[in-house]
């Protein structure tokens, strides 16, 4: 019915850059809020970015100032511009979308996509 699908992911040297995208696909009403999650190993699950609806952003400590989501909800897509990354970075990143679907709301996640920080 939804589906999350990201992509971008991969290997990348100290300081530098990747674009993630998510891509909502399915039958829904809307989308409202929308997240980046990232989990390294041995480690919780942590929120990384939120956006609103309306476009408001939060940003967790660590990459604020580093790190950018927006989404374009004509393309029903969200991206997480990260810069200057760091080797701390390195985690399995998910996007997160809060769907309605009717009168009905749920949350989906999708597949998680690699980000590896390494020299």
């Known amino acids: 019915q939804v589906q999350l699908v990201e992509s971008g992911g991969g290997l990348v040297q100290p300081g530098g850059s990747l674009r993630l995208s998510c891509a909502a696909s399915?039958?829904?009403?809307?989308?409202?809020?929308m997240h980046w999650y990232r989990q390294a190993p041995g480690k919780q699950r942590e929120l990384v970015a939120h956006i609103t609806s309306g476009g408001s952003t939060n940003y967790a400590d660590s990459v604020k100032g580093r790190f950018t989501i927006s989404r374009d909800n004509t393309k029903n897509t969200v991206c997480l511009q990260m810069n200057s990354l760091k080797p701390e970075d390195t985690a399995v990143y998910y996007c997160n979308g809060q769907f309605l679907v009717g009168a009905e709301g749920f949350g989906c996640w999708g597949q998680g996509t690699q980000v590896t920080v390494s020299s």
């Open positions: 399915g039958r829904f009403f809307s989308i409202s809020d």
